[in-house]
């Protein structure tokens, strides 16, 4: 039985949630520690980890079941081709947010929630100030330097960052009538997909200001993926009868119809929905060298169908085909099997709205798969600890 505690926190339990809060934020990789990532998200890994221990109450079940689970999620990331340090960070956070109570899961995504809106709202701010005034230069800070680009195909074709007070952009996309809104993030789509699955985690409660924030974000992404997944959830939610999901669906909707008149958003989000002969237009997740080297796997020994292929691919390609392609069939039950036994650890498929965020987490893997890291750990458990909670007031 998960039980909610309402006791107020010591002053070693603040200090426990907040480094849990802030180590979320870092996993998201903000572009302020571009460069230096690594060592950041180990660092706040390894605060957190020591604090976590020093609580003494953790529940030897759920510890030594999330530690099975750990180690599964250290092959995965073993056989993906990621370091030995990067597996036993992945692994670090897996068992940390496996272990954690349902009361502090909550308490750890309020504080969250809370921390990136504070650092997204400065971005959208200035994001109105540029299109208010027509000057793109407003608070411009300068262009990130080369090797802090964190995908580095984007320097090796020419194509920089402008950092701006909390905030950053392509520099092409200045060039455009309006710019899709980055935040910290280095693309709108993550911003875009992280959004949408954390509102779908609260349930879209626009009522907490975080939310609204998070979900203005998620609008200025223009973010094919945070329409399709907040459209889908409204869709959901709207067949139960829920009038307000129902008002926000045809909110969106509406939005979309209106939205589609525009030249520039029509070629920037609704012409990739168009369906050619070699697939989704839209599709920008799988590139054609990526696609013959799956091809290629798929008639390679039983070995590298086993483990993952040792080919590596630099295309830039990003789908879920890529976590079978690297880590093979083995690998690839792993991840699904870590995952699955989060997902009943929290609770998550007892209740509708539990399976509801759970259909949008499997569209979000998709096209961006590597959920198994502390911050989509956490949406996850929260998706199912809010359910059960006995609190009625808003996150």
């Known amino acids: ?3 909610i505690s309402e006791t107020r926190p010591t002053l070693q339990k603040k200090i426990y949630l907040w480094a849990m ?3 979320i934020v870092i996993a998201l990789n903000p572009f302020y520690i571009w460069g230096y990532t690594p060592q950041f998200q180990a660092l706040i890994a390894g605060v957190c980890l020591v604090l976590f221990f020093l609580k003494k109450d953790i529940a030897l079940r759920e510890y030594f079941s999330g530690l099975l689970f750990s180690v599964m999620v250290f092959l995965f990331y073993y056989f993906y081709g990621a370091s030995i340090l990067g597996c036993l960070y992945f692994m670090a956070g897996y068992l940390v947010f496996y272990c954690i109570p349902s009361n502090e899961v909550l308490n750890i995504f309020r504080k969250s929630k809370r921390l990136i809106a504070t650092l997204l709202l400065p971005g959208i701010c200035i994001w109105f100030l540029h299109h208010l005034t027509g000057d793109n230069k407003l608070f411009l800070l300068g262009t990130l330097p080369e090797y802090k680009i964190p995908d580095q195909l984007k320097a090796q074709n020419g194509v920089g960052y402008f950092v701006y007070p909390m905030t950053v952009v392509l520099d092409y996309m200045l060039d455009n009538p309006f710019y899709r809104f980055f935040g910290f993030f280095d693309e709108p789509g993550a911003l875009g997909t992280f959004a949408a699955l954390l509102l779908a985690a609260d349930r879209f409660n626009l009522r907490s200001r975080s939310n609204f924030i998070i979900f203005i974000s998620g609008i200025l992404s223009l973010s094919m993926a945070f329409f399709i997944l907040s459209l889908a959830y409204f869709a959901i939610e709207a067949v139960r009868g829920n009038k307000r999901n129902i008002v926000l669906l045809s909110v969106m909707v509406a939005l979309v119809i209106l939205s589609a008149q525009n030249d520039y958003l029509k070629t920037v989000m609704y012409d990739r929905f168009a369906y050619k002969s ?3 237009a839209g599709d920008n997740r799988n590139t054609d060298g990526f696609n013959k080297l799956f091809s290629e796997w798929e008639s390679s020994d039983t070995r590298s169908l086993m483990f993952g292929s040792e080919k590596e691919d630099d295309s830039g390609s990003a789908s879920f085909k890529k976590i079978i392609f690297h880590s ?11 995952l699955l036994g989060f997902a009943l650890r929290h609770r998550v498929l007892l209740n509708f709205n ?3 965020f759970s259909l949008l987490l499997i569209l979000s893997i998709v096209q961006r798969p590597l959920v198994i890291a502390p911050a989509f750990l956490l949406l996850i458990a929260a998706a199912g600890c809010r359910e059960i909670s006995l609190k009625k007031a808003p996150l």
């Open 328 to 338: 093979g069939i083995l690998g690839t039950a792993f991840f699904v099997l870590t």
């Open 1 to 3: 039985m998960i039980e």
């Open 278 to 280: 070699e697939g989704l």
């Open 354 to 356: 539990g399976m509801a």
């Open 21 to 23: 809060a802030t180590w």
